[in-house]
Every structure is written in C-alpha cells, then in structure tokens.
C-alpha cells in the first residue's frame, strides 16, 4: 500500500508540473526585471511617517461566535481530531452544549518601506487562541510575525508564516477558525519566492523542523517534550524541513504543486524494558491543489496531499508522522526452566503513510451573499504494531462544513454555519475501533477595521 501510494502521488506530481510549465511557456516577460510597482499609501489604509519613505497600517477584526453543539462539547473550536470517543471518553455522552466566544478576533500591525531596489514589509499578527481561564482572559497567540524584501520579480522573507506546503486559497471561507483544513501550519521558515511568468510562480523555504509521533501509551510527544515513563523517548531534529510549491494562476483560477521532505528523528535512553535508541528516518509529501472560476468567482475548489511521514503537514494529524514501538519483553519457558529471555526488547520508529482529500464549492449569489459546501476526508495507515495495544489511534478523520455569510459592506460579514465531523480508530488489540461524532451549528458576526 506504501509504494502503490508513494508511486500513485509521483506520477501525479510530475504529470501536473509538466502541465502547469507547458502551459506558462512564452510568457515570461522584461517586466518582471523591473523593480515591483509602489503600493499607494492613500488607498490601502496606510498612514506616512513624516520624514521617512515607510508607512504603517493598523488592522484585524472582531469575531463574535456563538455555537450549540447537538452531540458532545467540541470547545471554542472544532478539532476533528479529538473529538471525545464513545465508550471511552465522558464527553461523548453529554449532547446540548452551547457557548460564546471571542477568541478568533485578530489585530496586525504592518509597516511598509519603498527603498530603490523593492519594499521592505513587516507584518505581526495575533489573535486569541492562547492560555484560557475561567474570568475570560484569554492569552494573545502569535500567528504572523515576518519580514519580508524584494520585488515583484523575487523576494526574501524570513519569519513566521504559514507553510509553504499549504494552500489557503483552495479551502473557501469558513466562520469556523479551523476550517476544513483544521488550521493551517504556521511556523519559523526562511523564504524565496520567484515569478517565472506573469502566471507562475515558485517558491522554496527551509522551515521549523519538529519530530512529530506517537508512542505504545498513545503519548503525542514531540522537539519540545519531555522524555515519558513509557518510551523515554524525544524527538530531534539535525536539518531543517525542505518545503516548496509552483503555482499557475490567472482569471479562470489558480493550480498548486506542493512538496515537503523532512527528517524524523528519535532518541531514547536505555530503560528496564528496552535498550537505549536511536533512529533516522526520511519522510515526505505531495500535494496538488486548485480553485476553478466557473462563474465569474463561483466554483469549485479541491486538494489532495499525502505523503510518508506527512504528519503535521496535514494539521489534523499532528504527532502522526511516525509510530514508536515499545514491544514487550519475550520470554520462552519450558517447565520451570527459562530457555529465552528478552527484557530488552529494542524501540522500532515506523513511518505512517496518511493521505487527504478535500472537495468543495462556494457559490456567489449577489456580490454581498456566498453558500460554501465543503468536506475532507483523511486517512493514515497507522503501523501494524499500534493494533497490539490497548489504547486507540486515530486512522480515519472526516469532516463536512456547509454555510451561508451575508457582507453588507467590505468591512462586516455575518453568517450561519454547520459542521459534522466524525473521528474513527484503528481495532486494537481488544478488537475494537471506537468512533466519534459531533455537530455544531455556529453564528458568527464579524468586524473588519
């Protein structure tokens, strides 16, 4: 199943590069030598800073969420992927919930620079997804924190930002934080981004690189955890995550070619039930990705992303990446008389194949009113070995989101939206593969400044 995957997300890669190169040939032109055109600061909100060539833009939004959940509490945001399991989790039992919330509020601050030889832009970003408590404060989280330099032709950035891996202009719009994607990766990468043509462009990075995987005790560990009583195990990371994506762009929509290749690696120290470990493993991923224009800016829009070793690269399956064993000691006993013993059975890091497909329309019906109908499915091939234990894995996530938003002006957008999402495991060793669903019917009102 691995190498019919592997081969299937290859050839396709290659197909639609071919494709998307061919169908931009002839285009390049003498323009894209030229320094980038300066933005107007008089029209795009920018406020000068007397006696300087830099500008500063203050802006976000206010998002009000106010949710009833038919089925189990699914917090201020919905996670497919942790949705409560029945029979296992209280939660999955309780139905009726509902709450408010302002958490998905955003404030940025920009600041623009022309200089000779291109702009020089910083950008930050926060909204409210950070420690919560019970007098409803709420922590700023950092989303974007960047600088970037360069022109139309070729530019430089260098911060925090979303992935190059994803795409977030075939997700549709959504009141929901998370999505159909369940949020995007965001994280410290170093950027170039080349325009080939007026219609293609190529970008490479170097990004955060982080061990993500799962342990026998279903234990989500990571770069930054502590070593656990089970596998006294962590993450590390030598290199950094190569990332990159070519896109055609032009009035009837936009293709993407996506990929990522990564190093796993994982170290433990020798303890009473296995001997000390270490292990490197290679992983990767593909992905394509589109919006069609069908009607003026109706229509459909799609993804397919798999890989071996994706992990978080689909944001649903973070700690997916790999698998790390603890197998139980081996013991052969004839009588009273031990012939073998193995109390120091060693670790073993398998690599898990996980592969997602995301399908949608948004339909314009008057320039104020859009309907979104989208849904996703993902599927990870969890390492035979997890079936041995007690506990549950995830192996199959799905999720479908429909919604209506009204924008009676450019700054206010207010929508109704509903979201089912189901979580199933792998059947473990007690022969069962427990499930979880949930529903949500959300009302978003939003203010743009």
Not at 327 to 356: C, E, H, K, M, Y
Request: hydrophobic share 35%; net charge positive; with cysteine.
């Amino acid at each position: 199943m691995k190498h019919t995957l592997k081969t299937s997300l290859v050839k396709t890669f290659l197909l639609s590069t071919a494709i998307i190169i061919l169908a931009s040939s002839g285009k390049v032109k003498a323009e894209l030598a030229a320094p980038c055109h300066k933005q107007s600061i008089s029209q795009s909100g920018y406020i000068s800073v007397p006696g300087t060539n830099t500008a500063v833009k203050f802006g976000g939004f206010i998002q009000l969420d106010s949710f009833y959940d038919g089925g189990p509490d699914l917090g201020d945001v919905v996670n497919v992927e942790n949705v409560p399991l029945k029979e296992v989790d209280l939660k999955a039992s309780q139905s009726g919930n509902f709450g408010v919330s302002a958490r998905a509020s955003r404030l940025n601050f920009t600041s623009l620079s022309h200089t000779e030889h291109g702009d020089l832009k910083l950008f930050v970003e926060t909204d409210f997804f950070g420690n919560a408590s019970d007098s409803n404060s709420y922590s700023p989280r950092w989303r974007h924190v960047y600088a970037s330099y360069g022109t139309q032709s070729c530019m430089i950035t260098a911060g925090q930002t979303d992935s190059v891996f994803m795409d977030l202009d075939a997700v549709g719009s959504n009141l929901d934080i998370n999505g159909i994607i369940s949020g995007p990766l965001r994280q410290a990468q170093l950027r170039y981004t080349h325009q080939l043509s007026p219609s293609l462009r190529f970008i490479v990075a170097i990004e955060r690189p982080n061990t993500d995987y799962v342990d026998a005790a279903a234990s989500q560990l990571n770069n930054s955890s502590a070593p656990n009583t089970i596998s006294n195990s962590t993450g590390t990371s030598g290199i950094p995550d190569m990332t990159a994506s070519l896109t055609w762009s032009g009035s009837q929509g936009h293709l993407s070619l996506r990929g990522v290749a990564r190093r796993l690696s994982v170290k433990s120290h020798q303890t009473s039930s296995h001997a000390a470990y270490s292990s490197n493993q290679t992983a990767w991923g593909l992905g394509i990705s589109g919006k069609m224009n069908v009607f003026h800016k109706s229509g459909p829009f799609f993804q397919v992303n798999g890989g071996d070793g994706i992990g978080r690269y689909i944001p649903e399956l973070e700690y997916y990446s790999a698998y790390l064993s603890n197998p139980l000691p081996t013991t052969l006993t004839i009588g009273r008389v031990t012939i073998f013993s193995n109390t120091n059975a060693p670790l073993r890091l398998d690599t898990q194949t996980a592969i997602n497909g995301i399908l949608g329309w948004e339909q314009f019906w008057t320039p104020e009113i859009r309907t979104n109908v989208m849904t996703s499915m993902t599927r990870v091939r969890v390492s035979p070995l997890a079936q041995q234990q007690t506990v549950s894995f995830n192996s199959e996530l799905f999720k479908l989101i429909a919604n209506i938003i009204y924008s009676p002006n450019e700054k206010i957008d207010c929508g109704l939206e509903i979201l089912h999402v189901r979580r199933d495991t792998i059947r473990n060793v007690e022969g069962k593969n427990r499930y979880g669903v949930g529903t949500r019917l959300l009302g978003s009102v939003i203010y743009k400044f």
